[in-house]
């Protein structure tokens, strides 16, 4: 169980470590103060029916209550500890995981752990503004449930580097809360993070594209050999769960919502489409293909040495390593991976070891097409054509093999002449965004919704769609 009579909310009992409770409770206010600058933008005295972690089981581990999201229980929560386990992938197969972090991979670990930290409140900065346009109380409520729960993970992130790092981590906390998203002289450490999250098609994109990525990252993180680090991912992945569905269904109740109106109305052209207030399926798979190629060079170069020394000592395994059925080595496995040879994609075989960011990313790609072909129902159900695609691997990649190239969704390699010509038939042109943009109204009233999007199929907590999910008394 969750301790909350403690000025942190914690399971990992932190009284018992004076100094560390010392440092984290200095470090309390200073995020406080960043979730006041950087977070939800005029949203401190608002009322929010939001979920709180009370234990970690596996069932019933949240409560359901109206809170202001200042003080939101932000706390440290991970799995309990499995004496048995050992390392299951690796040079160190088979011995005992590590509950301490060993000197050799310290600073290695160090710079896994802030990678990860800073993007959880970059999201939160990046959708900072995006309250004032909610589409529905329902939405609203699923954005700050969304951004409290990037911040606790901020919290679980900078647990580690107090608890393990000494000073040095405590120097890196400080500064996960100094970076901001986008900003010019000290911005956040990945692209993706630092991109302009400017409406609520984008939002949903990003929670159903690079929310994901977080899933996979963590669940990659919680195969660690470094127990702790294994056990707080384990945790994380539970909360990342809801992301991916608001991201999903959110995308889905706009296609829902488009499809109900160009068949009301016997409309296909696009303006005319527009004309209706819904946004165009033709414009979806433009803001698809943006956010999927984005989201992509988050799993770095294909082939990575780093990537391989991460596998052989034991820091960071592969999606769901432990049901995998090989030898946890990969020492003579090879994995095919694509490039660009003169003008061609061609497709390689190279040392497994090697290619694990492409695998992880290949395991990503496969949830994202069941998401697409989700998504494509609705279309079908309406008996139209249209189905969205996902681009081919090397579709506007800034990262790895295809960086430098101009890749059309099909696959071909183009001249830059030609991309730039054509670039704006496959992602979103600056009217695209403005289109969309100039839809985006607030919407308060329960049970309301904006007219581009359909409401959910059912409310949070078995509450009705109408209930008052954001009170603004
Ligand atoms: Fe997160
Ligand atoms: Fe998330």
């Known amino acids: 169980m969750i301790d909350y009579t403690q000025t942190i909310p914690n399971n990992v009992d932190l009284a018992s470590d004076k100094t560390l409770q010392r440092a984290l409770e200095k470090w309390q206010p200073a995020f406080l103060n960043w979730w006041n600058d950087a977070g939800p933008?005029?949203?401190?005295?608002?009322?929010?029916?939001?979920?709180?972690?009370?234990?970690?089981?596996?069932?019933?581990?949240?409560?359901?209550?109206?809170?202001?999201?200042?003080?939101?229980?932000?706390?440290?929560?991970?799995?309990?500890?499995?004496?048995?386990?050992?390392?299951?992938?690796?040079?160190?197969?088979?011995?005992?995981?590590?509950?301490?972090i060993p000197g050799e991979y310290r600073s290695t670990l160090r710079r896994i752990i802030v990678t990860q930290g800073d993007t959880e409140p970059a999201s939160v900065e990046q959708q900072r503004l995006l309250g004032m346009t909610a589409p529905s109380l329902y939405d609203l409520r699923n954005l700050f449930q969304v951004n409290v729960?990037?911040?606790?993970?901020?919290?679980?992130?900078?647990?580690?580097?107090?608890?393990?790092?000494?000073?040095?981590?405590?120097?890196?906390?400080?500064?996960?809360?100094?970076?901001?998203?986008?900003?010019?002289?000290?911005?956040?450490?990945?692209?993706?993070?630092?991109?302009?999250?400017?409406?609520?098609?984008?939002?949903f994109m990003f929670a159903f594209f690079t929310d994901r990525d977080g899933k996979f990252q963590l669940a990659s993180l919680a195969e660690s050999s470094f127990d702790?680090?294994?056990?707080?991912?384990?945790?994380?992945?539970?909360?990342?769960?809801?992301?991916?569905?608001?991201?999903?269904?959110?995308?889905?109740?706009?296609?829902?919502?488009?499809?109900?109106?160009?068949?009301?109305?016997?409309?296909?052209?696009?303006?005319?489409?527009?004309?209706?207030?819904?946004?165009?399926?033709?414009?979806?798979?433009?803001?698809?293909?943006f956010h999927y190629a984005v989201t992509l060079d988050l799993y770095g170069s294909e082939v990575s040495s780093n990537a391989a020394t991460y596998f052989t000592t034991g820091l960071k395994g592969r999606f769901e390593e432990g049901k995998?059925?090989?030898?946890?080595?990969?020492?003579?496995?090879?994995?095919?991976?694509?490039?660009?040879?003169?003008?061609?994609?061609?497709?390689?075989?190279?040392?497994?070891?090697?290619?694990?960011?492409?695998r992880l990313r290949d395991d990503y790609i496969r949830e994202i097409q069941a998401g697409l072909d989700r998504w494509n129902r609705i279309?079908?159900?309406?008996?139209?054509?249209?189905?969205?695609?996902?681009?081919?691997?090397?579709?506007?990649?800034?990262?790895?093999?295809?960086?430098?190239?101009?890749?059309?969704?099909?696959?071909?390699?183009?001249?830059?002449?030609?991309?730039s010509s054509r670039r704006y038939e496959w992602i979103p042109s600056p009217e695209d965004h403005a289109f969309i943009e100039s839809l985006m109204q607030r919407v308060i009233e329960p049970g309301?919704?904006?007219?581009?999007?359909?409401?959910?199929v059912r409310g949070i907590k078995g509450k009705p769609i109408d209930f008052e999910y954001v009170r603004f008394n």
């Not at 970690?56 to 939101?72: L, T």
């Not at 393990?164 to 901001?180: I, M, P, T, V």
């Not at 691997?393 to 390699?413: C, D, Q, T």
């Open 41 to 100: 933008a005029d949203s401190a005295r608002l009322e929010v029916y939001l979920r709180t972690a009370i234990s970690v089981d596996k069932d019933g581990w949240a409560n359901f209550s109206y809170v202001r999201m200042p003080e939101y229980r932000w706390g440290i929560f991970v799995v309990p500890c499995d004496e048995s386990r050992a390392v299951h992938f690796g040079d160190h197969i088979g011995e005992p995981v590590w509950q301490e």
């Open 149 to 203: 729960e990037e911040g606790r993970h901020l919290w679980a992130m900078v647990y580690l580097l107090h608890r393990y790092f000494g000073r040095d981590g405590r120097e890196e906390a400080e500064a996960l809360l100094e970076r901001r998203s986008g900003a010019e002289n000290n911005p956040r450490i990945l692209t993706a993070f630092n991109e302009e999250t400017r409406h609520w098609l984008a939002f």
């Open 228 to 289: 702790p680090l294994a056990r707080t991912c384990r945790f994380m992945l539970t909360e990342e769960a809801h992301h991916l569905f608001v991201g999903e269904s959110g995308v889905a109740r706009i296609v829902q919502r488009t499809c109900e109106a160009m068949r009301e109305h016997q409309v296909t052209d696009t303006a005319q489409v527009r004309a209706l207030g819904v946004i165009d399926l033709e414009t979806i798979q433009k803001f698809l293909n």
């Open 324 to 358: 995998l059925t090989d030898d946890h080595k990969l020492a003579n496995d090879l994995y095919p991976v694509q490039e660009v040879e003169k003008e061609r994609i061609v497709t390689r075989s190279v040392p497994a070891l090697t290619a694990l960011n492409a």
């Open 379 to 419: 279309p079908a159900q309406f008996d139209m054509d249209f189905r969205f695609t996902i681009p081919h691997v090397g579709f506007l990649r800034k990262i790895g093999k295809f960086a430098g190239h101009h890749i059309s969704p099909a696959g071909e390699v183009l001249t830059e002449p030609v991309w």
């Open 448 to 456: 309301k919704f904006a007219g581009w999007i359909a409401p959910p």
